[in-house]
Structure formats: structure tokens, C-alpha cells
């Protein structure tokens, strides 16, 4: 569990990006920290999902959205290796699906 203090600090930086870009990168972390996905039109749901990662990997969410929020073209043009979330999977899913 993520500590007060740091959520804090989460919320503050992801007032500066769109939902879209902050709830991809959570999203992200969520998948990688092996949690299962939220309801995310639930009320609550943001904060829920960021407490409930571990401290380490909260503190790197925090990191991550920082440089969105200073450089967005440079982050999503940057070979970072995260799968990009569009409508609930990610594009290897929906080439899966096919």
C-alpha cells in the first residue's frame, strides 16, 4: 500500500495531465505490479488504484507522470515499452482477438 503522503503527491501531478494519459500509466503499473483491473467509472476508483500499490512502485507512477506532465510528445514518442490501453486491452490484445 502506497503511503498517504505519496498519494498526495500522485494527485497533485496528475492534476496536470488528461484522465486518458494518467489513467494509461496507472493502468500500466497496475498490470506490472500483477493487480487486477478496476472499475474506473466508479467513484474513487483513481485513488483506489494508486493506494494500492506498493510504496516503490507508487513512487515511480509519481516520476512517470511528472515528465508526462513536463514533456507529453517526448513520453509517448519514447521507446518505453509500456503497451498502450485504448477501450479496456491493449493493442497486442485486440490483434489476439482478431
Do not use: I
Not at 500500466?28 to 483506489?48: E, F, I, K, N, T
Amino acid at each position: 500500500m502506497a503511503d498517504p503522503d505519496t498519494l498526495a503527491r500522485v494527485q497533485d501531478a496528475a492534476g496536470h495531465l488528461g484522465d486518458a494519459e494518467f489513467l494509461e500509466l496507472l493502468r500500466w503499473h497496475r498490470a506490472v505490479a500483477g493487480l487486477p483491473d478496476l472499475d474506473w467509472s466508479a467513484g474513487g476508483a483513481y485513488r483506489r488504484g494508486v493506494a494500492e500499490l506498493a510504496d516503490d512502485r507508487a513512487r515511480e507512477l509519481l516520476c512517470e507522470v511528472r515528465r508526462v506532465a513536463r514533456d507529453p510528445r517526448r513520453h509517448r514518442h519514447g521507446a518505453d515499452g509500456k503497451p498502450l490501453f485504448r477501450g479496456g486491452c491493449t493493442l497486442a490484445d485486440r490483434r489476439r482477438q482478431r
